[in-house]
């Protein structure tokens, strides 16, 4: 007969995978996303938040050129990704733009970050997209997970063409 001792020499011991549920921003997750953006979006000069960031996101919700989603996880927005779209001559169509991918501190920012990329990328290319570019990360940990993504150096920004696989260019 087994005992409680017994029982307890059994138990299987399983990591718990955080999954995160990625969803188009509302205007209810502003005031979180600037909270997590904080000190990217000081004023250098004194500190202060900058001004209209907050109402500028507000905008760029309702933007058909723009892309703002959040990563949530238990009912709690733990990151967000906001990218611009803009077309370019020079690459032959829209082009997202990365603009930030902030991350709750108390989250695992590295697979809340691949999380937002991934839907980003997958945005982009919904949205008929040629490319997508960002500032290249400082992190080289994260701009190693860029490159996994299709990302290349290009000057100063990660270039990811979304050209289907094989084709030629054009």
């Known amino acids: 007969m087994a005992?409680?001792?017994?029982a307890e020499r059994h138990l299987e011991v399983s990591l718990a995978i955080?999954?995160?549920?990625?969803?188009t921003a509302r205007i209810t997750d502003v005031d979180r996303i600037v909270d997590m953006l904080g000190a990217a979006l000081r004023?250098?000069?004194?500190?202060r938040p900058a001004p209209r960031s907050s109402d500028l996101l507000r905008q760029m919700i309702?933007?058909?050129?723009?892309?703002?989603?959040?990563a949530e996880s238990g009912r709690r927005v733990t990151g967000a990704g906001i990218m611009a779209l803009r077309p370019s001559v020079s690459l032959g169509g829209m082009v997202g733009t990365i603009d930030v991918l902030p991350v709750d501190p108390a989250s695992p920012?590295?697979?809340?970050?691949?999380?937002?990329?991934?839907?980003?990328l997958r945005s982009a290319r919904n949205k008929g997209c040629v490319a997508v570019e960002g500032v290249s990360p400082d992190d080289p940990v994260e701009r190693?997970?860029?490159?996994?993504?299709?990302?290349?150096?290009?000057?100063?920004?990660m270039v990811r063409s979304l050209a289907p696989v094989g084709a030629r260019p054009a």
């Open 62 to 70: 309702d933007l058909p050129h723009a892309v703002v989603v959040v």
């Open 43 to 47: 004023c250098p000069d004194d500190g």
């Open 144 to 157: 190693e997970r860029w490159v996994e993504h299709g990302f290349v150096e290009s000057e100063s920004r």
């Open 18 to 23: 955080v999954q995160y549920q990625v969803r």
């Open 3 to 6: 005992t409680a001792v017994d």
């Open 109 to 120: 920012p590295a697979a809340v970050r691949e999380t937002l990329l991934e839907e980003l």
